[in-house]
């Protein structure tokens, strides 16, 4: 199994333009997170889907960002408008059965926000 | 409010010697995670604690959960260079919106 695809791998984008971040899960997984790694504040949890549905989307900073997960397949995070303090890297990571199954997590997108 | 903390944060440590990390929790679970990241890559899972007393071992590495004192430990034999990384522990929040909260996580570093 090729693991957790994402993609791009580093993005670096100016101020006030929007990104997107995408991600294929582990294929027959049915759960999949988005995680926020920074040296402040570590590593969060944004969202996570069960089944493609949002179960829990409490870690979502602002309405500036935005998840989706039309199918099983794929997913994706966006930042509209985006702004410096969202410079991160951002991990997808996918189970079989939700949280307390393990986490396989994806290399990561590197977010520069000029 | 969930609270994980490790300590120490960072850890320097000569190889052969042995060192445990320390893995406190600030709420009731029954389920904790450990994971491996090295610099600049993603988090690899290392090991899953499901239950009070529950050990877990992996070549050089052991880990260990009391959940009645609420404090996971990560041991390390003999440490050899390759096992330099950022451990971090993870706590299942458990309930109706059950997340895993990860601890700030542990810095290794095995020199010669």
């Known amino acids: 199994d090729a693991g957790v695809i994402q993609s791009p791998r580093h993005e670096v984008t100016e101020m006030g333009q929007e990104v997107t971040l995408r991600c294929k899960p582990i294929s027959g997984h049915n759960s999949l997170f988005w995680y926020r790694q920074t040296m402040m504040r570590g590593l969060e949890l944004l969202i996570y889907f069960n089944n493609n549905v949002p179960i829990d989307d409490s870690g979502m900073p602002e309405d500036r960002f935005s998840a989706k997960m039309p199918n099983a397949s794929f997913s994706t995070l966006k930042i509209q408008p985006s702004e410096p303090r969202d410079s991160a890297v951002y991990f997808c990571a996918s189970s079989w059965g939700g949280v307390t199954d393990t986490q396989y997590f994806g290399p990561g997108t590197r977010l520069t926000v000029l | ?112």
């Open chain 2, 1 to 112: 409010e969930l609270k994980v903390e490790q300590n120490p944060l960072f850890l320097s440590m000569q190889e052969g010697k042995n060192y445990t990390i320390y893995c406190n929790y600030s709420t009731t679970s029954d389920r904790l995670y450990w994971y491996r990241q090295d610099p600049g890559k993603s988090l690899e899972s290392l090991f899953v604690l499901l239950s009070n007393g529950a050990v877990k071992q992996e070549g050089r590495l052991m880990a260990s959960l009391d959940t009645k004192a609420r404090l996971s430990t990560l041991h390390i034999t003999a440490a050899v260079h390759d096992l330099s990384a950022t451990y971090f522990c993870a706590v299942d929040r458990g309930g109706n919106t059950d997340k895993l909260i990860f601890g700030t996580g542990t810095r290794l570093q095995v020199f010669p």
